[in-house]
């Protein structure tokens, strides 16, 4: 599927980010929510848009990784976007933007830090991705939407977050081998599953972000990780942030 992404049509009226800006058009600019309490109160408005069956692309033609980098301060980030050829996983298309965090870093509330430079960076591609795959978590969150979710519900793209480390949950160690995984349990309910990629290293963690089912999910990210841990999308988009974020922090 190609095209611009201005043609992306978010599937609420509500502003996504909790700024003044209209549904797609965030960047690295956009103000987002003023308080922990509003943030708080978008993500529970945005929520129940999330669709955690999909079943989502079984065989999607094109897969983005998201990331972003930090400046050692905290006051820089660069985030980027590659898009993958889901069959060679070759490069075909990217963008990547740099600004300043846009909101304060508050444990469960880490998207609204991101978003605005994400949306901006995803508006700068010619290709409209089939598939999104966050460095990060999606239904793995306190409630239940972390940046996978919001980003599927802004752009209205299937989405997943891997993440290299957990945000809540307890979980079984998979057995050893490739392709082993456990699930991911929060207070009850299964909110993602924990993926062993290589055998005999250290687990991912996967969940749904939104269009996608959890099957898929799994799927997806083992079809992405053929040498190493991370997801492919995520290598490719986390050298092309921390070249930018390099560029921008050399002087003059």
Known sequence: MSGHPDAWDSPTSVNPTGSSRTPGTAGTGTAGPGSVAEAVAVQEELGPLVD????????????????????????LLAAAVTVLDARTLAVVDSAVG?????????????????LPALLGALERLTTIPDLLVCDGHGLAHPRRFGLACHLGVVTGLPAIGVGKTPLVGTWDPPSAERGSWSPLRDGGDVVGRVLRTRDGVKPVFVSVGHRMSLENATAQVLALTPRYRLPETTRTADRLCRDALAEAEQPG
């Open 98 to 114: 740099v600004g300043r965090p846009a909101f304060d870093y508050v444990p469960g509330l880490f998207a609204f830090r991101e």
């Open 52 to 75: 955690l069956v999909g079943p989502g692309p079984s065989a999607p033609a094109t897969v983005a990784g998201l990331d972003v980098a930090y400046a050692e301060g905290g006051d």
